[in-house]
Nanobody
Framework: QVQLVESGGGLVQAGGSLRLSCVVS????????IKWFRQAPGKEREFVAT????????SYANSVKGRFTISRDAAKNTVYLQMNNLKPEDTAVYYC?????WGQGTQVTVSS
């Protein structure tokens, strides 16, 4: 069983930065990568970024490309999402995911 615990959300002004963390417990489901999703009020959950658990492969949604960076620290079993130049439209609950497993989410609010 995989457990995913997110942290690092908060309130930030537009143009600011936040770093989200996802601590992974248990053996990740291979070959599924670790992904970040987000869900804004009244909207569907959407993909943000992904990182392979075995290679250096990463991929991003077009809306965050160039502003967000996903990385992982294998020694700490943690995946990070560095978010720079935040915009009000980035406001959402951010979730960590591996295969069918989801974290509880962390709220990110960007004020204009």
């Amino acid at each position: 069983q995989v457990q995913l615990v997110e942290s690092g959300g908060g309130l930030v002004q537009a143009g600011g930065s936040l770093r989200l963390s996802c601590v992974v417990s248990g053996r990740t489901v291979s070959p599924y990568a670790i992904k970040w999703f987000r869900q804004a009020p009244g909207k569907e959950r959407e993909f943000v970024a992904t990182i392979s658990t075995t290679t250096s492969f990463t991929s991003y949604a077009n809306s965050v490309k160039g502003r967000f960076t996903i990385s992982r620290d294998a020694a700490k079993n943690t995946v990070y999402l560095q978010m720079n130049n935040l915009k009000p439209e980035d406001t959402a609950v951010y979730y960590c995911n591996n295969a069918a497993y989801w974290g509880q989410g962390t709220q990110v609010t960007v004020s204009s």
